[in-house]
């Protein structure tokens, strides 16, 4: 267990690297927006004077550095850390209930058509993933609501909303289509590459065996198939975060939820950069600890992996 | 690819049936976004809202939209966009990628370690952010979007890359020549990167399509941003129609980028197959999905 927690630290030293870069990079962004600041902040009361106190208390005659750091200090600002919490919540939401459903699917799906391989059906359905994965999200999700909530009015067409003594199954209800969407667009590539690994571990040896010892080719599958075809999958699903936040992003806008996505794009639509910059460190933040989670599991799942 | 046998790839290539499907599609829609406006523009850029939402008509085979603007026109100019923004967008991306991807295989221990520490890096930030984050600073450019596409997808081709350097790297050919006092430079010219060209392929693909799918979104989203508008900026000014009755508004823009990545997919999948040499397709199912 030693060798793992060094191996942890050292990810963990990794991430905090990782961020420290996307926080430069946002920083020099946003310090590169053209006008003079307090100019600006002053509008018609302007003079030389004002201009040069508020300039100073501002800070932006300081050094680059110097400003860096202060900026950082601020984003961990309790009330500021706060509002940023309440608009990561519903994105994690999205994100691991869409994430989890598109897991479920794709599973289903490649284990499906591992064991139809060749057949018509295996590759009707291929075609049918393949084509999710070529059309965009927000076209899913628009269709997804003018069939389930227009057509058929059996559902909400908008997302939940954060209102304090919402219940619970009007919350499911209007989670429903964002996350039908966001499984939809994820499933495509997520099936196609379960579908190889399973294919791969179809030909190992030890499945042979147990062809061999007279075992169904469901059995097969679900037995001797799927569990090492599970290790690539958590890879692939770490992986694929920064892509379903692009599609978060268009859902939260489509479904008029509130999250990281749609304030990212109320906050530019707003000229509120400061915001703007906040929300894609913690955007950044997410993916990374996403994916730190993922090879976390990734070295508990596989008993190869040894740390030494 | 063996010079003696440089006609025959081309001459199984023109076999594939899919490769011709994806080639129509292809030549369809730059035909159609680029030459269609030449001829066809009948009121596409003048708002007038007293025919707005018209039902198709001899006038406007597909109506007009929320503004009144004669919609196939709007269609026509709406993939311009879409198809050469998307193409350079990945052509950028899987260059650099090609290239950092060969240098983090082919390099020093130093050099390997730090491609591929920025390469995870860059991977981990998804790019509809930054792009809306970037384009709100600079102002809305479709040379700045293939621009930072490129210079944020380059790691998915590079990783490719990588693994398929490190593997040729060890593989007896690749040793021979090193023994018969080959170079660097020319083992990776005549050697490495010749065996990388289906690697290459299938991940421009990849990045094509998600190149598509990542200016879609942006404009989508962005649409509040301003030009250059394409077949997402008029999904979003038309959304409302779609409760309104006008679903080919939406539903025929959707379909576009769909059939873009599609032409370009089966292409794509038609060269790799003619130029591997281990994956025969039938000429006459030619069916390389």
């Known amino acids: 267990m030693n060798g793992f927690l060094r191996y942890l630290m050292g990810r963990a030293v990794q991430l905090l690297l990782t961020l420290l870069v996307v926080s430069a990079a946002t920083f020099l962004l946003l310090h590169m927006l053209p006008g003079n600041l307090p100019l600006e902040m002053l509008g018609r009361q302007a003079t030389p004077a004002r201009v040069r106190l508020l300039a100073r208390l501002l800070g932006v005659n300081l050094p680059l550095a110097t400003q860096y750091t202060r900026w950082l200090g601020l984003l961990f600002s309790p009330g500021d850390l706060r509002e940023v919490l309440s608009v990561t919540l519903p994105t994690l939401e999205l994100l691991s209930l869409g994430g989890g459903a598109a897991l479920l699917t794709s599973l289903g799906l490649a284990s499906l058509q591992a064991r ?8 009707a359905l291929g075609i049918v993933a393949y084509l999710f994965y070529t059309l965009p999200s927000f076209w899913v999700g628009l269709m997804l609501v003018w069939l389930f909530a227009d057509m058929l009015p059996w559902l909400p067409a908008t997302g939940p909303r954060p209102v304090p003594g919402q219940d619970v199954l009007s919350w499911w209800l209007r989670m429903i ?132 | ?157 590079a990783r490719l890359i990588r693994a398929e350097t490190l593997a ?7 040793d021979a020549a090193r023994a018969q006092g080959a170079g660097q430079m020319r083992l990776i010219r005549r050697h490495v990167l010749p065996n990388l060209f289906d690697a290459l392929v299938a991940t421009f693909t990849t990045q094509f399509t998600n190149a598509v799918l990542v200016i879609a979104i942006t404009s989508f989203v962005g649409a509040g941003l301003g030009p250059p508008w394409n077949w997402a900026t008029m999904i979003n000014a038309n959304q409302d129609a779609l409760l309104s009755g006008q679903w080919w508004l939406i539903v025929l823009p959707g379909l576009l980028f769909a059939l873009l990545v599609v032409s370009v997919y089966l292409m794509a999948e038609a060269v790799r197959a003619a130029f591997n040499p281990q994956a025969q397709m039938s000429g006459r199912r030619g069916s390389p999905a």
């Not at chain 2, 991807?101 to 390997?112: K, L």
């Not at chain 2, 520490?117 to 984050?133: E, F, N, S, T, Y």
Request: proline fraction near 5%; include cysteine.
């Open chain 2, 168 to 174: 040729l790297r060890v593989t007896p050919f690749v």
């Open chain 2, 1 to 157: 690819m063996p010079r003696l046998a440089a006609a025959a790839p081309w001459r199984r290539l023109s076999g594939y049936p899919l490769f011709w499907t994806g080639m129509g599609l292809f030549c369809f829609l730059l035909l159609f976004a680029f030459l269609g406006p030449v001829f066809y523009h009948r009121d596409v850029d003048t708002i007038n809202v007293a025919q707005s939402l018209l039902p198709p008509s001899w006038i406007f085979p597909l109506g007009t939209d929320v503004l009144g603007e004669n919609e196939l026109g709007r269609l026509m100019i709406g993939g311009q966009v879409p198809i050469w923004s998307g193409l350079l967008a990945a052509f950028g991306a899987t260059a650099l990628g090609g290239v950092l991807g060969v240098v983090g295989g082919f390099g020093g221990r130093i050099v390997r370690s730090v491609t591929m520490r920025v390469a995870d890096g860059v991977l981990g930030v998804p790019q509809v952010v930054v792009v809306l984050l970037i384009e709100s600073i600079f102002g809305i450019s479709t040379w700045l979007l293939v621009l930072i596409f490129a210079l944020t997808a380059w790691p998915l081709t």
């Open chain 1, 116 to 123: 139809l391989r060749g057949s018509l059906l295996d590759r």
């Open chain 1, 177 to 308: 289509l964002p996350v039908a969407t966001l499984a939809l667009a994820t499933v495509a590539s997520w099936s196609t590459l379960f579908r190889a690994a399973i294919e791969d571990a179809l030909r190992s040896d030890y499945v042979r065996t147990a062809r061999a010892k007279g075992l169904s080719e469901r059995q097969v599958v679900r037995r001797h198939a799927l569990r090492p075809a599970a290790l690539p999958v958590i890879t692939v699903v770490g992986m694929s975060l920064p892509t379903m936040f692009n599609n978060v992003v268009a859902i939260e806008i489509v479904f008029s939820m509130a999250g990281l996505g749609s304030s990212l794009v109320g906050a530019i639509g707003g000229l509120q950069y400061g915001v703007a910059g906040y929300l894609v460190l913690v955007i950044a933040a997410v993916t990374a600890v996403g994916s730190l989670c993922a090879d976390t599991l990734y070295a508990f799942a596989d008993p190869r992996i040894q740390f030494a």
